[in-house]
């Protein structure tokens, strides 16, 4: 993703100004050796010399804005994602009612109308409070800074805050589960930044977050695996596990109770989210559907990740068993003066990969990891008797 900023200012020597307080602003951000480590170098592509276009009127920024609305369709700019990362707008402010500066802020309408949302500052050489905030609030403008606070770097503030709102918000459409966590993280980042007024975020970035989360495992719910599901019937060389803890049902139902089969639920996810943030890239994703567990990758990593979790779970399933059921390898359950070997929970797996299609809906992909998860069980059962 690249930065684009459209500055739209009359007066030349502001205009030196705006541009030189938001480069200012975007050699600040891509330094910052935090963001880089985040997420910066993996995400954005910073060009100085085309970041940011000035213009020099209305009319001439509404020919800008046709032009690249041309170029890039209006899906570019979907779920409160802006096509740029900041817009500054000069209006006058000095009159009484906000009908009789229309034109300024009728030019933030047809920004959203051509381009959809827009991150707009408000810049004025006079200060009226009740006409911008009116004009805010029915225009969607985020921010205003009057010129004449640009000496105390409460422009740069606004710039700073608003670029990473907007990032967090592109890390979150991603719909990938490593970005999402990086837009959280960064949201957190982006409340420590101090302000003589806060701009009017339109996501809480917080609250998306979670709404696409599990409550119980903290890994991507059934509504965001559905969506990274549904994004395979696009792709090629994927690989998708569906996993399953066999043995939980008994775990939970007669040995320990629903309480901790939540804790063996919450310790998968644990194990999931560690093997692909050690082992996986970008792209892998884990996620929670209706008590199953999934895994995304690629041919070349899967069997890596398979092994690292099986391996894990092996390894650690026995801290909620007691010792002895530790030693026997199995867990005793006394029925009538009989005693009933419980085995000790194991993860098993089924997959699926691109070269098993074409599919066309993600019912045909889920379908035939459920198949051969039961063939694969029945293989089992067969074996062990």
């Known amino acids: 993703m690249e930065r684009k900023l459209l500055i739209v200012e009359d007066n030349t020597g502001w205009q030196e100004e705006l541009k030189y307080l938001c480069e200012t602003v975007l050699d600040e951000i891509h330094q910052d050796k935090t963001l880089k480590h985040l997420y910066l170098d993996d995400t954005f592509v910073y060009n100085k010399a085309t970041a940011i276009k000035v213009v020099g009127d209305l009319e001439s920024a509404k020919a800008y804005i046709e032009q690249e609305a041309l170029a890039h369709p209006r899906n570019a700019a979907s779920n409160g994602q802006s096509y740029f990362d900041l817009v500054t707008v000069d209006i006058n402010l000095t009159d009484e009612t906000l009908e009789d500066t229309t034109e300024g802020w009728d030019f933030l309408t047809f920004l959203k109308e051509k381009l959809g949302e827009a991150n707009v500052i408000i810049v004025s050489g006079e200060k009226s409070p009740g006409l911008v905030i009116e004009g805010l609030q029915k225009y969607g403008a985020l921010s205003y800074v009057w010129k004449r606070q640009f ?99 008994d775990f939970s139902a007669v040995l320990r109770g629903s309480q901790h089969a939540d804790q063996v639920r919450r310790f998968m996810a644990q194990i999931l989210e560690n093997t692909v943030l050690e082992l996986g890239n970008e792209t892998d994703f884990t996620g929670h559907v209706d008590g199953e567990f999934i895994l995304i990758s690629t041919p070349d990593r899967i069997e890596a990740l398979w092994t690292r979790i099986e391996e894990q779970f092996n390894r650690q399933i026995g801290i909620f068993y007691d010792l002895q059921d530790n030693e026997r390898g199995y867990a005793v359950l006394k029925v009538d003066g009989r005693e009933e070997k419980i085995p000790l929970m194991r993860v098993v797996r089924s997959q699926v990969t691109a070269d098993d299609g074409p599919f066309f809906s993600i019912e045909t992909i889920t379908e035939l990891a459920a198949e051969r998860k039961q063939n694969s069980s029945n293989q089992k059962i067969l074996s062990d008797s």
């Open 151 to 249: 000496e105390d770097a409460v422009f740069e503030s606004e710039v700073k805050a608003i670029i990473l709102y907007n990032d967090a918000v592109k890390l979150l459409n991603t719909w990938q589960w490593r970005n999402a966590k990086r837009a959280l993280e960064l949201w957190r980042l982006l409340h420590q930044i101090e302000f003589e007024h806060r701009p009017v975020y339109r996501l809480n970035i917080e609250d998306t977050f979670a709404k696409r989360v599990d409550s119980l495992t903290r890994i991507p719910n059934a509504n965001w695996s559905h969506k990274m599901l549904g994004s395979l019937l696009d792709r090629q060389n994927w690989v998708l596990l569906s996993l399953t803890i066999k043995g939980l049902e």
